[in-house]
Structures are given as structure tokens and as C-alpha cells.
């Protein structure tokens, strides 16, 4: 305890002067507990209010995927430049570094793989994504499947309620089947149910024509996939016309680590997402990186 003797009496009170509150930065997360917020914090920049996460998690229905057969080779060096990053428990401990400090979009539910019919998951353990320090649950849900549809919306429930009592918010990830269109009245649809069932952050793809109404009609943030691997250029133009249309951010894997200059473009896309950057501007940024070894714009390099 501290000495009474000696000590300086307290008069700084600050009368007259309001308390400062301070509204939360991301939309449709204001009344959620401090754990939840402190870790959307963490993914979020809270300058740009956005994120770059870089996903991984390929392997868990497709195997070793090109790009991702030696994460330890290929994704560790792209680390740094993410401000999060995505993949499943068993990558997590066995390559991942613990040191990097970046905040994890854990993947959790598994099931099928490629080999069967997709979409049939089940749940990890809750307990398990603490001792992993997960700063989101990402499970996937996938509106419009007949045979899954319920389950994987039962699935995304229960995640939310777990997350709710550890303080761990949940990912929603949009699944988009064979026979689905990725338009805007689907996607809004499947944003919506995410949700409207407490997810706190939705993962979706972009849509070339109203991707601004399924931005608007969804409650919280979102942040789109990458999707296969497209010329660095087109993946750039994707980027900025989510971010124009009011994505917070983008969680990219194969437009990253499939590209022939995967820390140039994942910097390319940093300068889009938190530096409002011009297609060109950032295309610049990848060809410079590729050709030169650096960054032309030092601001995009600036995690």
C-alpha cells in the first residue's frame, strides 16, 4: 500500500470537464464487449479502420496447394506485411512462428475436403482456440446448400456463443457452391444471414455490379476473398473497387503467394487497402518491389 506519509494530495479532477467516450471505429461491433473490440482492434488498423489479412488455410480441404506446399518457405516471409493472418490450428503450431505477434483468424470448423461434397463441418474446441490466443473464429457457412445449409448456420450460432463468453469475435465465412451465383441478391443474402446470427466480421467475394448494396445492407464489416489467382493487376483493380464500394479490407492467399513477387504485391495491396492508392499507384509499387528488392512508397510499408 502506499504511504500515507509524504504523499501529494489529488486535485487534478478535472471539473466541468465530460469524461471522454470514445465510439467504437467499426461498424455494427459499438455494443460489443471490450475482449471482442480489443481484438478487432488488433486485425482492424484503427488509422484506416481496414485490414489486409493474408489467408492460408487452403490445405484443410485442398491439401498441399501450390504456393503453400512449404509454408515455412513461402508464407513465414509474408508474415510481417499482414496484419493478420488465416489458417488452421495444426499450420498454426507446427510452422507459424509464435514470435510474429500478428493477431489469428483461426479457422475453426472442419469436415470434407475436395475429394467428397464440401460444406459438411463440425466445430473445434473453444478452449483450444484460447490457448492459441485466436483473435477471431472463422467458420464458414454455406447459404444455399441444400444439404448443409442448416448445419453450417447452426454451426456459425454456436461459434458466436462461445465467442461471446471468451471475448473472441467470430469471422462468418460466405461459402459459394457449384450451382450459386456470386451476384449481389446472393450475397447479400448470405452476408445478411452471417449477420443477423451475430457474426461480427463477414468474409464474402466481390461482385462486379451492386457490391456497394450488399456492403450496405450488411450490419457489420466486411471483407472480401481473393478467389483464385488472377494477373496481379486485375487483383489490385478487385481490391480498390471493394474498398471503393466500402469493403474493410481484403483476405487474400492465392493473389498473394501464388504471385512471382509475393511480398511485392502483398504490399501493392496495403497501399489499396489502408493508403487509398490507385490501381496504377499500386501497380507500381508491385513492379518496383519485383524489379528493385524495395518498396517505391514507403508509407505502404508501414505495418
Not at 46 to 57: H, I
Not at 70 to 81: A, S, W
Not at 102 to 126: A, C, H, M, Q, Y
Not at 133 to 158: C, F, Q, Y
Amino acid at each position: 500500500m502506499a504511504d500515507n506519509e509524504g504523499n501529494i494530495d489529488a486535485k487534478d479532477f478535472g471539473i466541468g470537464i465530460p469524461q471522454k467516450q470514445e465510439g467504437f471505429f467499426l461498424k455494427g461491433n459499438e455494443n460489443a464487449c471490450y475482449g471482442i473490440k480489443s481484438r478487432l482492434a488488433q486485425v482492424f488498423n484503427p488509422r484506416s479502420g481496414r485490414a489486409v489479412m493474408l489467408a492460408f488455410d487452403h490445405g484443410f480441404i485442398m491439401g498441399p496447394t501450390s504456393g503453400l506446399e512449404r509454408i515455412d518457405l513461402t508464407i513465414n516471409p509474408l508474415i510481417e506485411y499482414a496484419d493478420c493472418i488465416m489458417c488452421t490450428r495444426g499450420i498454426l503450431r507446427s510452422i507459424v512462428p509464435p514470435t510474429c505477434n500478428k493477431p489469428v483468424s483461426l479457422r475453426f470448423d472442419s469436415g470434407t475436403t475436395i475429394l467428397t461434397s464440401l460444406n459438411d463441418e463440425t466445430l473445434e474446441d473453444i478452449e483450444d482456440a484460447v490457448r492459441l490466443n485466436a483473435s477471431l473464429l472463422a467458420v464458414m457457412v454455406a447459404i444455399g446448400d441444400p444439404d448443409h445449409e442448416g448445419s453450417t448456420i447452426r454451426n456459425l450460432t454456436k461459434t458466436v456463443d462461445m465467442g461471446l463468453r471468451y471475448g473472441i469475435p467470430t469471422l462468418g465465412v460466405t461459402a459459394v457452391g457449384k450451382n450459386l451465383t456470386r451476384d449481389a441478391r446472393y450475397l447479400s443474402l448470405a452476408t445478411r444471414v452471417c449477420a443477423e446470427n451475430g457474426a461480427n466480421v463477414i468474409k464474402t467475394y466481390y461482385c462486379d455490379e451492386h457490391f456497394d448494396q450488399v456492403v450496405n445492407s450488411c450490419p457489420v464489416p466486411i471483407v472480401i476473398a481473393g478467389g483464385k489467382k488472377l494477373p496481379e493487376r486485375d487483383a489490385l483493380t478487385l481490391a480498390k473497387n471493394a474498398i471503393d464500394q466500402g469493403a474493410a479490407g481484403v483476405d487474400m492467399g492465392r493473389n498473394i503467394f501464388q504471385s512471382d513477387s509475393p511480398v511485392g504485391m502483398i504490399l501493392a495491396v496495403r497501399e489499396v487497402v489502408h493508403n487509398g492508392a490507385t490501381v496504377d499507384q499500386a501497380y507500381d509499387c508491385y513492379q518496383t518491389y519485383k524489379a528493385e528488392g524495395k518498396c517505391p512508397n514507403a508509407c505502404c510499408c508501414n505495418k
